[in-house]
């Protein structure tokens, strides 16, 4: 995306080209500036589960040049009226605030970025590619955009469209001056081009990568991958082994095939703390205000009400967040598991980033238990029923395997935007193809992979993957290697490597539709895999002996996956039992619950915790 700079910088710049109406040009500049970085706001879609690919989602409807238009009429009738409406001066302003709103779409268009923009929705869905990338790409987030890289950014774009946007309006106003525009123009242009050659790692919006090494913090060590259950216990690392193995160009998938897909509890909607069916617009503005359980009293009373089947209290009770259901089941009227969960949610002291979520915790869980779909009746040791819904399990699912008894990481996370043209924190291709065929195509296990290339860090469990040979080993000839790799690649490989992710980033209605095989309610529709198709390319390197010692990204931009994720072993504990990812949740809770919530038996599920648990819940 072009930054928020750019994009209100340059309508103001623009509309310095007209003379308005006397006291008007102030109000118009801010107009058109607001219009131009407008469309950046249906980045909060995420927060409503839409993705890239939904009509009104990041880069949709609202980077439309029909939306853009629609804007622009809204701005102007409630700002300039005045004018009246339909007046040749209305009219003028309706234009600048649509060309400041359309060019938005444009510049984003024209970045290196891999998600393209919506420019003719809705009659259009398709997402457009300027047929240049003119401008690297700007991450979200303040701290990107004050980022070193982000400065740089608003260098490139000041260099190449502000600069050239301000000579156009210079010339095109002051008729005295337009032969010193025109020697300045050519000034420009020196400086525009030399910049590129001169300072190629800060002013070039794309950077062919080097061929790099394995085994770097960044790239990833191949041989932290488990390979204890592999034939011979061992990594299979050559080329010609893989291949001979069939594990190129067919699908690899891991054994289980019921992964399901989730919403990632963002913090920003109070996580597993979260009362996720107020919806979305409640939890945000509790992320913003603060939150608070139930007060003892209250709480006493549905308890109370709950024990004698009062169906107010009943209703009360099964409106709460995953955590308040796990503090009354438990008989903690102080909410223990739930306050330590608001301060990583809508309590956290100077509030959460919309990433921070269980993602990783849900993504394991997904590859590792199935999915949760019953409500399950918890019986308190008073006699008072507490009912989980399928999602608050899923929600406690996301804690308990958020951290694991044994967690490979392989790669690093990303610390710094993907704008860096000159390097990358993304993993080697050839560490994760050694990944997918290793541990989805000979041990068929589960892996988590980080599929975001930026800071931001988003983990789904991939479900299938394809290696696809786009070019046989052939020589290195003048391909950029780096000097750790010197004199030892003798071939190069092209690949395409398509994955498809069981999504993590689902909105929390999808859990919520009733399956009507269950006519008492207890049952809800299984969401099963929603999927997410990510495709890179790449040029793996070879050694004389074809293993794959390094590699480089080609894809636009020539980035991939940061990190994988290969957890075993079930949530870590600690000696009481507890949960490692939250000491307040005991894990033998969630995994009755989880047991309870995939009964296909036709009676509503029940966990009596006074009887049913034989010492095995709290």
């Not at 102007?76 to 003028?92: D, K, P, Q």
């Not at 790799?485 to 069981?502: E, I, K, N, P, Q």
Request: aromatic share 8%.
């Amino acid at each position: 995306m072009a930054s928020p700079f750019v994009t209100a910088a340059l309508p103001i710049v623009v509309a310095r080209a007209f003379t308005w109406p006397k006291g008007r040009a102030r109000r118009v500049a801010i107009a058109a500036a607001l219009c131009g970085v407008a469309p950046d706001l249906d980045v909060v879609t995420y927060a409503f589960g839409l993705r890239e690919t939904d009509t009104f989602g990041f880069r949709g409807f609202f980077h439309s040049l029909l939306a853009a238009a629609l804007l622009a009429v809204l701005v102007a009738t409630a700002a300039f009226r005045s004018l009246g409406l339909g007046s040749r001066a209305w009219r003028r302003v309706v234009a600048l605030l649509f060309a400041a709103g359309a060019a938005h779409g444009v510049l984003d268009a024209a970045t290196a970025s891999d998600v393209g923009v919506a420019l003719f929705s809705p009659f259009d869905r398709a997402r457009h590619f300027a047929p240049f990338a003119l401008l690297p790409s700007c991450q979200m987030g303040l701290d990107e955009l004050l980022s070193y890289w982000g400065l740089l950014t608003i260098a490139n774009e000041t260099v190449y469209v502000l600069l050239p946007a301000a000579l156009v309006v210079t010339f095109l106003k002051n008729r005295d001056t337009r032969r010193r525009v025109v020697a300045e123009g050519a000034i420009w242009l020196a400086a525009a081009v030399g910049l590129r050659f001169v300072w190629p790692d800060a002013f070039v919006a794309r950077h062919a990568r080097v061929i790099e090494p394995v085994g770097t913090l960044h790239a990833g060590d191949p041989r932290a991958l488990p390979h204890a259950d592999l034939p011979g216990g061992a990594l299979v690392t050559r080329f010609d082994e893989l291949s001979a193995r069939g594990l190129f160009d067919r699908a690899l998938e891991p054994a289980r095939s019921d992964v399901w897909s989730s919403s990632f509890f963002p913090s920003l909607l109070g996580g597993e703390a979260g009362r996720w069916q107020d919806g979305s617009r409640r939890l945000v503005w509790r992320t913003l205000t603060g939150a608070a359980p139930p007060p003892e009293g209250e709480a006493r009373a549905w308890l109370e009400g709950a024990r004698v089947g009062d169906a107010s209290a009943l209703a009360s009770i099964f409106a709460l967040a995953p955590t308040e259901k796990v503090d009354l089941a438990l008989g903690r009227l102080s909410f223990p598991a739930t306050r330590q969960a608001l301060l990583l949610s809508h309590n956290r002291p100077g509030k959460p980033r919309y990433w921070s979520g269980r993602c990783n915790g849900v993504a394991v869980a997904a590859a590792a238990e199935p999915e949760p779909y019953r409500v399950v009746d918890v019986i308190t040791k008073t006699g008072a029923r507490v009912r989980f819904h399928p999602n608050d399990v899923k929600a406690l699912l996301a804690v308990a395997y958020y951290e694991t008894r044994e967690a490979t990481w392989v790669g690093h996370w990303c610390d710094r935007v993907s704008f860096d043209p000159g390097a990358t924190c993304s993993m080697s291709p050839a560490v994760v193809v050694l990944a997918l065929t290793n541990r989805l195509g000979i041990a068929r296990e589960p892996i988590v992979i980080d599929a975001v290339v930026s800071a931001a860090k988003q983990y789904y469990p991939v479900v299938a993957a394809r290696v696809h040979i786009a070019r046989a080993p052939y020589a290195p000839g003048d391909a950029q290697v780096s000097p750790d790799l010197a004199g030892r690649v003798h071939a190069l490989v092209d690949v395409d490597v398509t994955m498809t992710l069981s999504s993590t980033t689902q909105g929390y209605a999808v859990a919520d539709v009733r399956d009507p095989t269950y006519a008492d309610g207890s049952g809800y529709r299984r969401v099963g895999v929603v999927p997410v198709v990510v495709r890179y390319t790449a040029t793996l390197a070879l050694d004389a002996d074809t293993a794959l010692v390094g590699g480089r990204w080609t894809g636009v931009p020539p980035d991939g996956p940061d990190s994988i994720l290969v957890a075993e072993g079930g949530p870590r504990l600690l000696p009481d039992g507890a949960l490692a990812a939250a000491d307040q949740i005991p894990w033998a809770l969630v995994r009755e619950l989880a047991h309870a919530s995939v009964d296909a038996r036709p009676e509503p599920p029940t966990l009596d915790l006074r009887t049913d648990c034989d010492g095995r819940c709290p």
